[in-house]
């Protein structure tokens, strides 16, 4: 059992000779009580609050094959190449030859995308994205979006290639983009 004792032994003055004084009684509070309400109160709140969910991506990844090579090989037919450039705008281009290099926005890459589905074998098509470095984040996270309400199944993040890059500084300079 807890207390606080405040201690004094009763002490005052005297109002006069041959006057006894009253001894006064120490002072206790009991704080079992309140430690019981306090570990009540924080069992209500532990059972009461909802636990977090954990929020992750659903990975696809690629399937074992006997020769590493033949690992990220992709149908020409079947590829579609996204590529974030800045203030918004969207490069893509079909297959796998970059000098067809097409602009898009964030709001038109989505009928993009739908057409290149619907022409194509679900098995067979890939769509690639490549960041450029004048890419935001929101971007990047936009296109992923894209590819989740589209429901693309095969889709991965690569490095953009100089060659690329130079494709895109070429189509930003006739455009005027700075």
Do not use: C, W
Not at 17 to 23: D, E, R
Not at 120 to 132: A, F, Q, R, S
Request: proline share 4%; no cysteine; net charge negative.
């Amino acid at each position: 059992m807890a207390s606080i004792d405040s201690g004094g032994d009763g002490g005052g003055h005297k109002k006069g000779p041959g006057v006894k004084k009253a001894k006064k009684m120490s002072t206790k509070v009991d704080m079992t009580p309140m430690v019981d309400l306090g570990f009540l109160l924080i069992t209500f709140f532990i059972f009461t609050s909802t636990m977090s969910q954990p929020t992750a991506m659903n990975l696809f990844m690629p399937k074992d094959v006997d020769k590493p090579e033949d690992q990220n090989k992709v149908k020409e037919s079947g590829a579609f190449t996204i590529m974030l450039g800045k203030d918004d705008v969207v490069y893509y281009y079909q297959g796998l030859d970059p000098t067809q290099i097409q602009t898009a926005t964030f709001k038109s890459i989505r009928e993009e995308i739908i057409r290149k589905k619907q022409s194509t074998n679900p098995e067979d098509l890939v769509m690639i994205i490549k960041p450029t470095e004048d890419a935001t984040y929101k971007n990047t996270v936009d296109i992923l979006d894209e590819m989740t309400i589209n429901e693309i199944k095969r889709y991965a993040m690569v490095d953009i290639s100089d060659t690329e890059m130079q494709l895109i500084r070429a189509t930003e300079a006739a455009a005027g983009i700075k």
